[in-house]
């Protein structure tokens, strides 16, 4: 089906839907009148002409019949589950981020039921004044939202009465943590801003929501920044990244509050990704306000009690201990950002194991008698003949460090493979390759 056509199709189940921008998340139409007037087959029609490949979003609230739960994460779904015991077996959409999930519920009608920004952990809702996209939208990701159950096909029939639980939470007018309110902003000012705001009020809006969660979190930037990142995502057009983090750290030392990185281990000043020339990748992570840097492979990095050790190893200092969730969000964060470094045959171990057979085999005095390759690289007949223990022992001459596996990895990528040879009444392991055009000016 076109978009044009299941936007039909879900106005027919009695929801007002509204053309979205992909990579903004805005509307892409004065949208506020529909929050109470019915959208028209012809609006659509003329809106979908005009943009035909914009993202669908259905109006909740009172008009749609609908208030939707946008659970953001899979901690999200894990808070959701501690809160209400379970995920509700309604209607339901995964979304782009990852654990990401809108569970549809029927509006109870009696009241109007405001958006909401955290009502729990990475958990928001959409009612009356609000929208949410749906399927087959594209998430700026580039994942697309999936119906879990598609109304489209299966109807109505599965979309849940608000369950008593929420409807109570929902119904709770929550109290101003920071005491905004007393400081002659508008009740309610959080969840609007939330929302997303256009150019002009960016850097207001996000310095006000930067001092707002910096009271809420007792002066946590972490939770503070992973906070606005998403907001900035319903901006219109978003900020740099970078401009939101300035802001939060603006807003944390002029308020005074600690901003975290001051010790060793609690922030990621940056990662540089070091691409080496046979495919693998390492990082390089710099710690905020420490000298050292270590360098890891992923599975080091990926998990902190893995870094940790790692980063005692080659630094002999203790990074402070933190939750693995927080350490995550961090190394996404420095992802984002981080530089790619291409690193050159010459300054791997690729490229030294290159240097020690060329010095041997493309010398004047190179060795072709096969009773010296204990000792000496081997060249005979076009062929080249090594031992492992041969290039080990030069290894350790040249004072650098390399495993037999690693070794075994590195002969294969140059095209060696290994042989049993026999010489006289000997038999020997060893490893070998054509000395041809391809090495000659490859490696030379």
């Known amino acids: 089906m076109e ?32 929050q109470k007037e019915r959208v028209t087959e012809e609006l659509l029609n003329e809106w979908y002409e005009k943009y035909p490949n914009a993202n669908l979003a259905v109006i909740t609230g009172k008009v749609s019949n609908l208030i939707v739960i946008d659970i ?16 509700h077996d309604t209607i339901a959409q995964t979304t782009g981020k990852s654990g990401g999930l809108h569970l549809f519920f029927k509006h109870p009608g009696d009241i109007d039921y405001g958006n909401r920004a955290q009502l729990i952990k990475d958990v928001d809702v959409r009612a009356d004044g609000g929208y949410v996209i749906i399927s087959p939208s594209i998430h700026p990701t580039g994942v697309p939202y999936t119906w879990v159950i598609d109304p489209i096909d299966m109807g109505l029939g599965d979309l849940m009465d608000l369950p008593e639980e929420l409807k109570r939470l929902l119904a709770t007018k929550r109290d101003d943590p920071a005491g905004i309110t007393k400081n002659g902003n508008i009740e309610g000012w959080v969840q609007e801003a939330l929302m997303g705001v256009e150019e002009g009020q960016r850097n207001h809006i996000c310095a006000k929501l930067a001092g707002f969660y910096l009271r809420v979190f007792e002066g946590n930037v972490l ?37 975290l990185g001051d010790s060793v281990g609690e922030t990621i000043e940056k990662i540089q990704v070091m ?170």
């Open 223 to 259: 939770q503070t920044q992973t906070i606005l990142q998403d907001w900035n995502l319903r901006n219109s057009p978003p900020l740099e990244w970078k401009e939101v983090r300035d802001v939060v750290q603006s807003v944390a030392k002029r308020e005074g509050r600690n901003v």
């Open 275 to 444: 691409r080496y020339p046979d495919g693998t990748r390492r990082y390089k992570v710099f710690l905020k306000n420490h000298s050292d840097c270590a360098e890891m492979a992923s599975n080091e990095l990926i998990f902190y009690s893995h870094f940790k050790i790692k980063f005692f190893e080659l630094t002999h200092r203790l990074p402070t201990q933190m939750k693995q969730l927080r350490w995550e969000q961090m190394v996404n964060k420095a992802m984002n950002e981080a530089e790619i470094i291409d690193v050159s045959v010459d300054e791997t171990p690729l490229g030294l194991i290159i240097n020690l057979i060329n010095s041997e085999v493309l010398s004047v005095g190179c060795m072709s008698d096969l009773n010296y390759i204990s000792q000496r690289i081997i060249l005979k007949d076009g062929m080249i003949y090594l031992k492992m223990e041969t290039l080990l022992n030069m290894f350790s001459v040249k004072r650098e460090k390399v495993t037999r596996k690693e070794l075994g990895r590195y002969l294969r990528l140059l095209g060696f493979e290994s042989d049993l040879l026999r010489n006289n009444s000997h038999v020997i392991r060893c490893w070998k390759r054509n000395l041809d055009v391809s090495w000659e000016n490859l490696y030379q």
């Open 3 to 34: 978009k044009l056509d299941i936007a039909k199709a879900y106005l027919k189940l009695g929801w007002n839907i509204i053309p979205i921008n992909k990579s903004t998340k805005r509307p892409l139409i004065k949208w506020e009148q529909f």
């Open 72 to 87: 953001d994460s899979i901690g999200g779904r894990e808070a959701y589950i501690a809160q209400f015991g379970e995920i």
